[in-house]
T-cell receptor
């Protein structure tokens, strides 16, 4: 069974540019989460999809961040325009059943550097 | 916020010793999970304890949960150098929230 896949693994962009991160969850998983970790600090929650619906997007920093989950399958996280403080490692995770709190599977993360 | 808070932030021990990490949270939970992250890689699920459970074991791992104190602990017994990693508790309510983790270093 394939795990959670994220790409790109690394991205270096200039301030003001646009970057789109992609996450392919495990097939059949209803829950998809996005997180960001900056410089060894907390793993900050960004948002949670249940199938194609945004269940909770309270962690999204501002309107420069846009997340979508097409047809309840893969998800994209777009940052436009990118700022220096957006640098960090973006993790995606998926789990199977909503509200049962089953274990989540994480991707390897996308390391975003904004210069 | 249902974010977990781990302590200590960093822990350094000798191989063979036990390592204990703690997690506190503020709201009611569905369950609590512990994850491990090796440098530069994604998080890996270690163990899950439900809100009606008090203790759980998995190999060298022992997790306790005290819902009255809103706290959990992760004990790794007979630690090995390969246990060196960051450990996070995940608070599961309506979603899944993490803290800053505990950085464990096991010296050979």
């Amino acid at each position: 069974e394939a795990g959670v896949t994220q790409f790109p693994s690394h991205s270096v962009i200039e301030k003001g540019q646009t970057v789109t991160l992609r996450c392919d969850p495990i097939s059949g998983h209803d829950n998809l989460y996005w997180y960001r970790r900056v410089m060894g600090k907390e793993i900050k929650f960004l948002l949670h999809f249940v199938k194609e619906s945004k269940q909770d997007e309270s962690g999204m920093p501002n309107n420069r961040f846009l997340a979508e989950r097409t047809g309840g399958t893969y998800s994209t996280l777009k940052v436009q325009p990118a700022e220096l403080e957006d640098s960090g490692v973006y993790f995606c995770a998926s789990s199977q059943y909503y509200r049962t709190g089953e274990k989540a599977f994480f991707g390897q993360g996308t390391r975003l550097t904004v210069v | 916020s249902q974010q977990g808070e781990e302590d200590p932030q960093a822990l350094s021990i000798q191989e063979g010793e036990n390592a204990t990490m703690n997690c506190s949270y503020k709201t009611s939970i569905n369950n609590l999970q512990w994850y491990r992250q090796n440098s530069g890689r994604g998080l890996v699920h270690l163990i899950l304890i439900r809100s009606n459970e008090r203790e759980k074991h998995s190999g060298r791992l022992r997790v306790t949960l005290d819902t009255s104190k809103k706290s959990s602990s992760l004990l790794i017994t007979a630690s090995r150098a390969a246990d060196t990693a960051s450990y996070f508790c995940a608070i599961i309510g309506n979603d899944m929230r993490f803290g800053a983790g505990t950085r464990l270093t096991v010296k050979p």
